[in-house]
């Protein structure tokens, strides 16, 4: 079964500093895709980032990137340059499937609240 | 980027009523989308996946009695707490997806209370 663990319940960081949110998984299928999501304090999902497990460059969206190491089977997020602004729940989540299949369900970590201090 | 919304955002109901949640998916057709609910400070527990015309699956652990799923069309799902009571109190989020992209979208979510 699949499972995916965070760690980082909470995490303070200085703005305009990098942040680092760690990530596991562990699935028996060799296709998969890894997903981060934010969730600030008005409940809404917001996309960040994916990477599919055959990817084989990191993936980057702006301020952005998934440390992806495959054989330690982790997906961390790097934010870049810290804003107030990113103040707010980072979930990992991960959907088993081949062809990166939008009908397959997402599981997600617990998350970690970051806090990001002016 | 494609848009899902929910209706209500809020809902407020008395023990043993029943409510229901929509989900719309507003400028794609949504072949499967996928219920969630989220208690304070916890993650997103997956409840059922439902696709267009066909009866939900249901995650183990999640009864399919309590909480009804309808996907009778391509732009909308529906979730239906039936005689609610306070542990039902939560964050419900649907999310859909087209079939031809490789991303889910996320409805801003309904918090319901249960008094």
């Known amino acids: 079964a699949q499972k995916i663990t965070q760690t980082q319940p909470g995490m303070f960081v200085q703005e305009k500093e990098a942040v680092t949110l760690d990530c596991t998984y562990d699935?028996?299928?060799?296709?998969?895709?890894l997903f981060w999501y934010k969730q600030p304090s008005s409940g809404e999902m917001i996309f960040l980032i994916y990477?599919?497990?055959?990817?084989?460059q990191n993936a980057t969206e702006g301020r952005y990137s998934l440390n992806f190491q495959k054989a330690r089977k982790s997906a961390n997020l790097v934010i870049s340059a810290s804003q107030l602004g990113d103040s707010a729940m980072y979930f990992c989540?991960?959907?088993?499937?081949?062809?990166?299949?939008?009908?397959?369900?997402?599981?997600f970590g617990s998350g970690t609240r970051l806090s990001i201090r002016p | 980027g494609a848009v899902v919304s929910q209706h209500p955002s809020w809902v407020i109901c008395k023990s043993g009523t029943s409510v229901k949640i929509e989900c719309r998916s507003l400028?794609?057709?949504?072949?499967?989308m996928f219920w969630y609910r989220q208690f304070p400070k916890q993650s997103l527990m997956l409840m059922a996946t439902?696709?267009?015309?066909?009866?939900?699956?249901?995650e183990q652990g999640v009864e399919k009695d309590k909480f009804l799923i309808n996907h009778a069309s391509l732009t909308l799902s529906t979730l239906t707490v039936t005689s609610a009571h306070p542990e039902d109190s939560s964050f419900y989020i649907c999310?859909?997806?087209?079939?031809?992209?490789?991303?889910?979208?996320f409805g801003p979510g309904t918090r319901l209370t249960v008094t």
């Open positions: 999310s859909a997806s087209s079939g031809g992209s490789d991303e889910q979208y």
């Open positions: 699935t028996s299928d060799p296709s998969y895709g």
């Open positions: 990477q599919g497990s055959y990817d084989q």
């Open positions: 989540a991960m959907r088993e499937g081949v062809g990166y299949s939008s009908a397959s369900k997402i599981i």
């Open positions: 400028d794609f057709q949504a072949t499967t």
């Open positions: 439902s696709n267009e015309g066909s009866k939900a699956t249901y």
